[in-house]
Each structure stands twice: as C-alpha cells, then as structure tokens.
C-alpha cells in the first residue's frame, strides 16, 4: 500500500471481487491487484479525519462533508425520493413547471423577503433592506417565498400542477427547523373541496415513504455506521426504532383531522391540568406554537401524522378561502379560513394548504384588509374599494387580481417543506444536516 495513501485521497483501485471467509460482517470484498493515487491529501491538514467529527463542525465545511458516507446516503436519498414525486404526479396526471425565482411581491405577505439589488461597486447582490431609487427592474423585486400565486396562473388552463423549486425566507430564526434557502414542493388544482388536497397529500407522502422503506437507500438508513451519530443527533441505540416508527406511521391508512377550533379545546383542557404546562398558553387568536403542535401530534396522532384544519382568517394570508364560503359550519362567529396544516408526529407542521379565493370582490377586500389592494381599475370601481395605501412589500400584485376578473375558477393546493420531510424520513432532526448547502441567519459560507 502507498505510504500516503491517507483519508481524503482520490484513488483508482482494480483487483478482484471475492466472497468473504465465513464470519464477516460483509458479504464480499475487493482484493486490490493495484492501487494508483488520482488526487493526494496532506493527511495531517484534511478537515475530516478517522475520528468523531460533531455535526455542527461538519457545518463549517459543507463543501467537504458532502464526501462523508452519511451526507452521500442523504444525497441518494434526496434523488430518490424527487423521481418518487416525480412519478407519483406524472400517474396521477399533472403537469411540472418551473415557476420564477424572482418575484414582484411577498406572496406571504409576511415582509420576510430577500430584495433583489444589482451587484455595485463588488458589493453583495441580496440584501435584506428595502431598495433604493434606482432599481434594475424599475421596482423592487425580490427572491420568491413561494411560488403559489404563479402555479395558480397555470391551473386555470392546466387543471393540475405542481412544481419543486428552491424557496427564500429573511427570517432570522436560528433554530433547528429553519433555513434561509430551502425547497418547496407546490401543487395547485382545480377543485372546490379541501378534502380532497388533504388526500392528495396523505396520498403523496405514503406512497413516497412506502418507497424509501423497500429501496437500497432506506435499507442503509436503518444500518448506517455509528461515526454518523452526531449528524443524526440521536443515540444510535435508538435511531433505527425511531425511523421505524415514524415510516410505520406515514403508513397507516387514516390520518386524523381535526379543526383549529377543536385543537384549542384540546389545548386548553390540557393547560388547566396541573400536569402539564405549557411555556405559551393556547389563544385561538395566537395561532399554534411549536409547543401546541407537538402536544396535537402526539394527542391526536398517536404516531400518525394530523391534519389541523380552518384556522382564524386572522393569522393566515389573504388569498385563502372562507370557511363558511365552502359549507363548514362554525361553532362560533369568529372567522376561519378553508386551509390546513400537515403536522407529523416530532416534526411538527411539514405541509400547509388552502382553498383559494377565487371571486373578484371578497380577494379585493381581503388584500384591502392586508394593504396589498392595487389601484383599482374602472371595471373594479363598482365594487365600491378604494386603496387604502400598500406595505412596502406589496409590491404588483395587479396581475394576480386579473386571475380573478377574467375565467376565474375554483382550486387550491399545498406547499410542503421537501427538506423536512428528508429529515422526518432519515432521522435527520436539524434541517441544517439535510440541506447539502445550508444557508440560515448568518451562515453561508460556500
């Protein structure tokens, strides 16, 4: 063997490929003939070295942990499971589309965006500060947080979409659940009943499970090496029953649901117990806190993933359904909105949905409410809004509005976190071990 054959060293090995003798943990071997270095490694310098490595060192050199056994089976992983959407929504007739990356509003309305600036002077080309007066694009545009609004210009002509495209958030969150830049996988489809999103959801994600659990990938998963443990972020003692129990849920056949309504009941009945407290006290104008879902999920779910559905139409974005407008009947008068959040036992919320509101005048006056209203138009202007001024965000939402005025039909769809649910299928709990290049608050080094 070559003196500097070292960890990290790019070789080309032939020889010949035996059984192993009786009492191996492997099958076969390979019985080198030659050994030539392509690319030589200073051992004592290489990052990664034969010893325990914790994840959060792995973080400071993504462009090298990408060659560590476990980060491969996450890539593996990660292709597999794209052509598993792939074809789940190629049988079931949709079209896949690549919606823009830049964008002239904050679909969220949420202010969270990154502003697109030309690079001057070498400066940084994203900020995160409002745009000047002398913009590329005569105004500010900025890095999508969702491409719904443009998979909605599809639907009216293609009936069922969907698209997986990389997503951008400005939130300076620096928790384990929260990336900068993540993927998003969308579907929008012609249909007046949130029922059936949700089971095409339920759908999607048990078969996709189904899947990893009788692929090659899947079977690594459960007998992956121990120096992985601190990517894992879980005792290895326990890692494989813990994979197994979330796939033996993604597999059961009913997933609950349950209104938001109802889910506060829940929470508030819990709260009064004097065994149990929680660090936030449930409003049900507050919406649900990490705390409240995991509680939800694991009360209601007992292993299997929940459906939370018809939030109030106060804490969700403007372009979302009422609930009373599709017959759900409400215990009070306090408005909800037609939508749904997926929330997996551990995970918590992965997928959230809704039906649109896709008549012209209550959307005029939900973006109103929202101060996204555009300059109404001469035909608008008998329905009696006027703007009332728009957030600095609101950028042209004109063009969404035109869905509306002219053939509008009723749809709805999803956004699911592509990147939560790797990490919900592999055991992976931080979402920075499972982005190959993560970029959160004040990290992005490659």
Known sequence: MHESLGTGTAVTISGSWRRSPQGKEQSHELHADEVTIVGATDPESYPIQKKFHSAEYLRTIPHLRLRTPFHALLARLRSDCEFYVSTFFRANQYIRLQ???????DCEGAGEVFTLRPKEGGNALLSGL??????????????????????????????KVWALSPTFRAEKSDTPRHLSEFYMLEA??????????????????????VKVQSSDVGKELLTVKRTTEAVIGIDMSSR???????????????????????????LETASNDTQFEFHYKPKWQSGLQLEHEKFI???????????VTD???SVKP?????????GIATDDDRPTVACFDLLLPEACEVVGGSLREHRLKPLLQAMQEHRLLPVPRSQDQALGLTSLGKSPEAGDLDWYVDLRRYGSVPHGGFGLGFDRLLGY???????????????YYGKCDC
């Open 99 to 105: 919606p823009p990356v830049i964008t002239s509003s």
């Open 130 to 159: 409002s745009a000047g007066t002398d913009e590329f694009f005569r105004t500010p545009k900025y890095l999508t947080v969702s491409s719904q609004l443009h998979l909605e210009a599809f639907v009216h002509e293609h009936q």
């Open 188 to 209: 929008e489809l012609r249909t007046g009943s949130m029922d059936s999103i949700m089971d095409l959801v339920e759908d999607l994600i048990r078969e996709v499970s």
């Open 240 to 266: 494989t029953e813990v994979i197994l129990r979330r796939w033996s849920g993604l597999k059961r056949k009913y997933w609950p649901r349950i209104t938001y309504t109802d889910a506060i009941k829940l």
């Open 297 to 307: 999920a694991a009360e209601i779910g007992q292993g299997s993933p929940v459906f």
């Open 311 to 313: 939030y109030p139409k």
């Open 318 to 326: 403007f372009y979302m359904l009422p609930s009373n407008v599709k």
């Open 425 to 439: 299928l592999s055991g992976v709990d931080n979402i920075r071990d499972v982005a190959p290049w993560p970029r």
